[in-house]
Every structure is written in structure tokens, then in C-alpha cells.
T-cell receptor
Framework: AQSVTQLGSHVSVSEGALVLLRCNYS??????LFWYVQYPNQGLQLLLK??????LVKGINGFEAEFKKSETSFHLTKPSAHMSDAAEYFC??????????????FGAGTTVTVRA | DSGVTQTPKHLITATGQRVTLRCSPR?????VYWYQQSLDQGLQFLIQ???????AKGNILERFSAQQFPDLHSELNLSSLELGDSALYFC?????????????FGPGTRLTVL
């Protein structure tokens, strides 16, 4: 079984500051990991994903995340926050290449507000 | 725009009623997933279909059922509705059996049970 814990339900940053959203996962098999963003009244949009290979993953809108197996973490960062980054962010996990279980298990979400 | 469409956008109904939510996946996508997003449960996987066949079940109540039709659109049927069923219901699609493939999410159907 797979699960995700997102540390911090709300994060507030100043425009231009570092954005850091924390995600720890639990998985009985090597996982696939995802970060999704949800803007108000919209569906979820994929920011980035880790499947195999390079552990530092770059996504859209300047976001990146690093898969750290030893820490079971997949934290999301962006060097400089923009007002348009205000949204809710979800970390998700699915069973990896050794499984045929493809559903996503989501964390509780982190709401990001950006101060001018 | 993800290419996944869901109708209706909003649905208001009463307890005890039955509703049907509809999802059209992206062109060519064979796999459809249903998720429920509520304040107390967060985002929960309900059920997956692949090319017309049920593939996986999650936390889906027995009052809920789904199907995927030959044209690959899917419907989620919710019956004997309760206040607690009020939530945002998302459909997602992917080209194959996902795995590491991205799931593309629709805009959701917001269900309000009064």
C-alpha cells in the first residue's frame, strides 16, 4: 500500500522568496511520485513526476523536486515565488514499475499564499 | 484545458436521490479514473476502468457504481444520496494503464446534497 504525508497544510511566502513544500511517502514497492497543483475551481494539473532515473526532477512553472529514497521524501521547491503560484498543491504516490496498481494516493494538500 | 470533460459542472439534489456524473476522457485515452474530493476525506480514489473493464476499486461505497462505455466515456452513478456525499468528483484519464504515466484531470463535478 502507498500513502503520502504532506507537512504543513498552509504555507505563506513573500513574492520572490523560496517555496518549499514537504512530502514524505510510504510505499511497500518502489514508487512513482507526483506533484499536482489545483487552482480555485479547477481540476488538478501535473507539475512534475518521478518515475525512474534522475532523482532531481524539473517540472513546469519553475518547480522542481528531489526524490530521496533514504529519507522517503519528495519535497517540492521553487527558487522564487510568483503571485500566480498561489494555489493548493498535492503530493501523490502510486505503486511503481513492479506493480499493476495504478491508482494515485494523495496527500492532504498544502495551500500556498503569496504575499506581495 | 486537460482535454477531459465532465458534466454537469454543478449538481444540487436532495437526500435519497440518484444522480449520474459523466466523463469524457482525452481522445485516445483508454483508462478512466474517478476520485472524490471532500473536506474531511481529501482526495480519494474511487474506481478505475480500462477499455471498458473495471480495473481497480478504491474507497467506493456500495451505493456508488460506474461503467465505461464502448466509446470510452464513463459514468459514475450515485444513489440513495446522503449529506456526506457532497463533494467534488473528478474524472481523470490516461493513455494506458498509467503506471508512471500522467493522469489528466477534468474540471470536476461539484455535488451538493441537501
Amino acid at each position: 500500500a502507498q500513502s503520502v504525508t504532506q507537512l504543513g497544510s498552509h504555507v505563506s511566502v513573500s513574492e520572490g522568496a523560496l517555496v518549499l513544500l514537504r512530502c514524505n511517502y510510504s510505499s511497500s514497492v518502489p514508487p512513482y511520485l507526483f506533484w499536482y497543483v489545483q487552482y480555485p475551481n479547477q481540476g488538478l494539473q501535473l507539475l512534475l513526476k518521478y518515475t525512474t532515473g534522475a532523482t532531481l526532477v524539473k517540472g513546469i512553472n519553475g518547480f522542481e523536486a528531489e526524490f530521496k529514497k533514504s529519507e522517503t521524501s519528495f519535497h517540492l521547491t521553487k527558487p522564487s515565488a510568483h503571485m500566480s503560484d498561489a494555489a493548493e498543491y498535492f503530493c501523490a504516490v502510486s505503486a511503481g514499475p513492479r506493480s499493476n496498481d495504478y491508482k494515485l494516493s494523495f496527500g492532504a494538500g498544502t495551500t500556498v499564499t503569496v504575499r506581495a | 484545458d486537460s482535454g477531459v470533460t465532465q458534466t454537469p459542472k454543478h449538481l444540487i439534489t436532495a437526500t435519497g436521490q440518484r444522480v449520474t456524473l459523466r466523463c469524457s476522457p482525452r481522445s485516445g485515452d483508454l483508462s478512466v479514473y474517478w476520485y472524490q474530493q471532500s473536506l474531511d476525506q481529501g482526495l480519494q480514489f474511487l474506481i478505475q476502468y480500462y477499455n471498458g473493464e473495471e480495473r481497480a476499486k478504491g474507497n467506493i461505497l456500495e451505493r456508488f457504481s460506474a461503467q465505461q462505455f464502448p466509446d470510452l466515456h464513463s459514468e459514475l452513478n450515485l444513489s440513495s444520496l446522503e449529506l456526506g456525499d457532497s463533494a467534488l468528483y473528478f474524472c481523470a484519464s490516461s493513455p494506458r494503464l498509467a503506471g508512471g504515466n500522467e493522469q489528466f484531470f477534468g474540471p470536476g463535478t461539484r455535488l451538493t446534497v441537501l
